[in-house]
């Protein structure tokens, strides 16, 4: 399902909350929005205390009430299921459904999410609760998404009761059958640790000293997956009573405790929350990063940006507001890398409770804000954008991304501390956001035909099966750049026999001998061409087997050795970086990046622009030009087009503001290689 067929166009809401408000205000509302071009509102998040007071008794009256009247008013409604936040009732009837901390400690009632992921009594609960609904709303004419839950994750990740200890053992035997395959895949061998069966395993909770490393993979997958089970019975209850009608839930951008690949293939489109910093000037290069993530977690299809804050967030330290060209500007982004509809917390702004300094689309000002006239403008021009909607992106550069590796490489007792996955990644990802080149990113299991370049910034955890598919690739003429510390452990993280980087040694044709961790603060150099570079956090003794190499270090015990490897396999090329390169490792993936024959989106392109494409499936292209930087740009144009933003056309050129945008409609042309 590519997207919301009820509603024509671009999405354009928010969470509305109107149980926290009387119900004059509500007509005052949907008037409100209809002003402002507003088409779907997510309804119900936290409602569960008002749709069922107490265990025995309902009150739908006010939703029957709410959903009637949005339709009148032409308004689509996302209607949350409300699990999010068990009521008082239910938790002073069955306390141990509360979460319990890794030290013992009980969580309080007070806040959200407050539940273990394992409990039978909290998932009953919410299925019951969402059963009701379903019966009761799923053929409402208004009723155009189900949002299951909120923010998965968010707060409570994990549990260590009794009761999550027994799904712990269940899911454990299911994964490996015996407890003999058990105590081979943890290496129980080690610390006298072996069990003699599956009782005597407890959840990893503090213990005197460093915990067995594949008993806490083990742990984070089974965490990732007690919570899917949970989102997963919901959804089942409505695709039985609500057939046909989308199912979502709101992932939080790049969250490593979720393994969003496994969650994806359970949605029927992707939705996310993302909260740019605008005290961040750099902000908006991790946000096209996550969401770039968000439009691969369904191979291309359009996602939806669920929220966004209208300016300033409540729960930063310092919490700035946007200013009203930014945040035009980075709604405009999110379109640009693939959602069809931009979504916010929250219509109304709060009076009462933890988020009443949250931004809203509706200020506490009401119409006489300045925040009105920004919510009123956006809705004009998404509505002038429509016709983008269900197109799509493709990029020729692809990204390996695996939760398993993630949780693995960040586990206790490795070389070094500082090896942690997003700030070995954001480097490789700004170096392409840079040079105006999109990406999308992979599972390690994912095919690999139609990228000319795959990147690994690591790849700590590897198994054999994606050591062959990557080598097949590169020997089919594909192009592969891996980072530091890649091939080191298989899927139950042991170490792989006969040296680093493990089933990678011959498509690389070298061998890492000794892992090198730079101290902080200190750097080491090296020597492209007639480029010094600077490797931080990392470097490696390697000794090349078959491998060219292109840099090599110039200070230290490493002075001589190579740091940048190739090794050509016909016209296909592995290539390898045996160090951190933070701000510089675009100056190396400018090599592969030319042999793979790939350039920018947009030759040309200035400084701060940021130039993405959508394609729709009768050809048309939609260019996205968005200036991120404090200055006029003049940007060169290939060909003319139309901006959807102005009406008027273009020529061989046009020229952005300060945090200024176009979107350009250009004719059908055949697709690019």
């Known amino acids: 399902m590519d997207r919301l067929t009820r509603v024509p166009g671009l999405l354009y809401g928010g969470d509305w909350n109107p149980e926290q408000w009387p119900e004059e205000v509500w007509a005052e509302d949907v008037k409100l929005m209809a002003?402002?071009?507003?088409?779907?509102?997510?309804?119900?998040?936290?409602?569960?205390?008002?749709?069922?007071?107490?265990?025995?008794?309902?009150?739908?009256?006010?939703?029957?009430?709410?959903?009637?009247?949005?339709?009148?008013?032409?308004?689509?409604?996302?209607?949350?299921?409300?699990?999010?936040?068990?009521?008082?009732?239910?938790?002073?009837?069955h306390p141990e459904l509360l979460p319990v901390?890794?030290?013992?400690?009980?969580?309080?009632?007070?806040?959200?999410?407050?539940?273990?992921?394992?409990?039978?009594?909290?998932?009953?609960?919410?299925?019951?609760?969402?059963?009701?609904?379903?019966?009761?709303?799923?053929?409402?004419?208004?009723l155009a998404l189900w949002h299951i839950h909120n923010e998965y994750g968010d707060h409570v990740q994990e549990c260590f009761c009794a009761e999550s200890a027994a799904d712990f053992r269940r899911w454990l035997r299911d994964r490996h059958g015996t407890v003999e395959e058990l105590n081979r895949s943890w290496g129980t061998a080690f610390w006298s640790q072996r069990y003699n069966t599956f009782d005597q395993i407890e959840p990893p909770r503090t213990a005197p000293g460093p915990v067995n490393p594949t008993q806490l993979l083990d742990w984070r997958r089974f965490c990732s997956d007690a919570l899917l089970a949970l989102h997963r019975a919901e959804k089942a209850v409505l695709d039985a009573l609500s057939p046909g009608l989308p199912v979502?839930?709101?992932?939080?951008?790049?969250?490593?405790?979720?393994?969003?690949?496994?969650?994806?293939?359970?949605?029927?489109?992707?939705?996310?929350?993302?909260?740019?910093?605008?005290?961040?000037p750099r902000a908006h290069v991790n946000a096209a990063l996550n969401y770039d993530l968000m439009r691969s977690l369904k191979a291309g299809r359009p996602w939806l940006l669920m929220e966004q804050a209208p300016s300033?967030?409540?729960?930063?330290?310092?919490?700035?507001?946007?200013?009203?060209?930014?945040?035009?500007?980075?709604?405009?982004?999110?379109?640009?890398?693939?959602?069809?509809?931009?979504?916010?917390?929250?219509?109304?702004?709060?009076?009462?409770?933890?988020?009443?300094?949250?931004?809203?689309?509706?200020?506490?000002?009401?119409?006489?804000?300045?925040?009105?006239?920004?919510?009123?403008?956006?809705?004009?021009?998404?509505?002038?954008?429509?016709?983008?909607?269900?197109?799509?992106?493709?990029?020729?550069?692809?990204?390996?991304?695996?939760?398993?590796?993630?949780?693995?490489?960040?586990?206790?007792?490795?070389?070094?501390?500082?090896?942690?996955?997003?700030?070995?990644?954001?480097?490789?990802?700004?170096?392409?956001?840079?040079?105006?080149?999109?990406?999308?990113?992979?599972?390690p299991d994912a095919a690999h035909d139609g990228y000319r370049l795959l990147l690994a910034p690591n790849l700590y955890l590897l198994d054999t099966a994606t050591a062959e598919r990557l080598t097949r690739y590169v020997r089919d003429g594909g192009h592969l750049v891996c980072g530091p510390f890649s091939g080191i452990t298989d899927r139950h993280d042991h170490i792989h026999p006969g040296g680093h980087p493990g089933p990678l040694r011959a498509l690389l044709g070298l061998v890492v001998d000794e892992h090198w961790p730079i101290p902080d603060g200190a750097t080491t150099a090296l020597r492209l061409g007639d480029r010094e570079l600077h490797a931080e956090r990392w470097s490696e003794w390697i000794e090349t087997t078959e491998a060219e190499t292109l840099a090599r270090y110039t200070t230290g015990e490493l002075a001589g050795?190579?740091?940048?490897?190739?090794?050509?396999?016909?016209?296909?090329?592995?290539?390898?970086?045996?160090?951190?390169?933070g701000p510089d490792t675009g100056r190396v993936l400018d090599l592969p990046l030319a042999e793979a024959g790939i350039g920018p989106e947009l030759p040309g392109l200035p400084a701060d622009v940021?130039?993405?494409?959508?394609?729709?499936?009768?050809?048309?292209?939609?260019?996205?030009?968005?200036?991120?930087?404090?200055?006029?740009?003049?940007?060169?144009?290939?060909?003319?087009?139309?901006?959807?933003?102005?009406?008027?056309?273009?020529?061989?050129?046009?020229?952005?503001?300060?945090?200024?945008?176009?979107?350009?409609?250009?004719?059908?042309?055949?697709?690019?290689?």
Not at 35 to 52: D, H, K, M, Y
Not at 117 to 130: H, M, N
Request: hydrophobic share 40%.
């Open 35 to 93: 002003e402002a071009g507003v088409n779907l509102v997510t309804v119900g998040v936290f409602s569960w205390a008002r749709l069922q007071p107490d265990a025995d008794s309902w009150d739908f009256g006010w939703l029957d009430r709410l959903l009637d009247l949005v339709h009148r008013q032409g308004i689509a409604v996302d209607l949350a299921t409300a699990t999010a936040s068990p009521p008082a009732w239910l938790v002073r009837a």
């Open 610 to 673: 940021e130039a993405t494409r959508r394609r729709a499936a009768d050809g048309t292209e939609y260019l996205f030009l968005l200036n991120h930087g404090p200055a006029d740009r003049r940007v060169p144009l290939t060909r003319p087009g139309t901006d959807l933003l102005t009406g008027t056309a273009t020529g061989d050129a046009l020229t952005l503001a300060p945090l200024g945008a176009a979107v350009l409609r250009l004719p059908a042309t055949e697709e690019r290689a």
């Open 561 to 581: 050795r190579p740091a940048v490897t190739r090794r050509r396999h016909g016209s296909g090329s592995a290539w390898y970086l045996s160090c951190h390169l």
């Open 312 to 443: 300033a967030v409540s729960w930063r330290p310092v919490n700035v507001p946007k200013r009203p060209e930014l945040y035009r500007l980075w709604s405009l982004q999110a379109l640009a890398r693939g959602a069809d509809g931009v979504l916010h917390f929250q219509w109304r702004a709060s009076v009462a409770g933890a988020e009443k300094f949250h931004s809203a689309m509706l200020p506490h000002r009401g119409t006489a804000g300045r925040g009105w006239q920004r919510t009123v403008a956006l809705g004009a021009e998404l509505r002038r954008l429509g016709e983008i909607a269900g197109s799509r992106s493709r990029a020729r550069v692809g990204v390996l991304l695996d939760w398993d590796s993630w949780w693995a490489l960040e586990l206790d007792d490795h070389p070094s501390a500082r090896m942690r996955w997003p700030e070995l990644l954001r480097p490789w990802y700004t170096a392409l956001y840079e040079r105006g080149t999109t990406v999308d990113f992979l599972p």
């Open 248 to 280: 979502t839930t709101n992932f939080m951008s790049m969250l490593k405790a979720l393994d969003y690949w496994e969650w994806s293939r359970h949605e029927d489109f992707v939705s996310d929350d993302a909260y740019p910093d605008p005290a961040d």
């Open 101 to 142: 901390t890794a030290d013992g400690v009980r969580l309080e009632f007070g806040s959200r999410q407050h539940y273990c992921p394992s409990s039978p009594v909290y998932r009953a609960a919410a299925v019951r609760l969402t059963r009701a609904l379903a019966e009761r709303y799923h053929d409402h004419p208004a």
